[in-house]
């Protein structure tokens, strides 16, 4: 079974910087799109950005449109979430998933997440 953690979390001041990483085990990561969500307490979980297996991005959320990039690298087994110009509204658990495809959410959500990783943008 697919297995997916995240790390990269952790503080940082409004408009930093961090970059979250997605590792995959079991199974090559390539055979899979790859999300990445978000939730933070009281709130539903949301879809942020999405990339597909050939590396196409998908923007889930326009909260984040400019300031967040997603990139796969198969080699490492590996997806990345560069996030930039962070904003205290970002501040969330972060979840990988796998997905059939990009556009099945928010029809079909995930049955592979990992842990999550946290983040907290504040000064």
């Known amino acids: 079974q697919l297995q997916l953690v995240e790390s990269g979390g952790g503080l940082v001041q409004p408009g930093g910087s961090l970059r979250l990483s997605c590792a995959a085990s079991?199974?090559?990561?390539?055979?899979?799109?790859i999300g990445w969500f978000r939730q933070v307490p009281g709130k539903e979980r949301e879809g942020v950005l999405c990339?597909?297996?050939?590396?196409?991005?998908?923007e889930y959320a326009d909260s984040v449109k400019g300031r967040f990039t997603i990139s796969r690298d198969n080699a490492k087994n590996t997806v990345y979430l560069q996030m930039d110009s962070l904003k205290a509204e970002d501040t969330a658990v972060y979840y990988c998933?796998?997905?059939?495809?990009?556009?099945?959410?928010?029809?079909?959500?995930?049955?592979?997440w990992g842990q999550g990783t946290r983040v907290t943008v504040s000064s």
């Open positions: 990339i597909t297996t050939r590396g196409v991005s998908t």
């Open positions: 998933a796998a997905v059939g495809s990009c556009s099945s959410y928010p029809h079909h959500l995930p049955s592979y």
């Open positions: 079991r199974f090559n990561l390539d055979y899979y799109a």
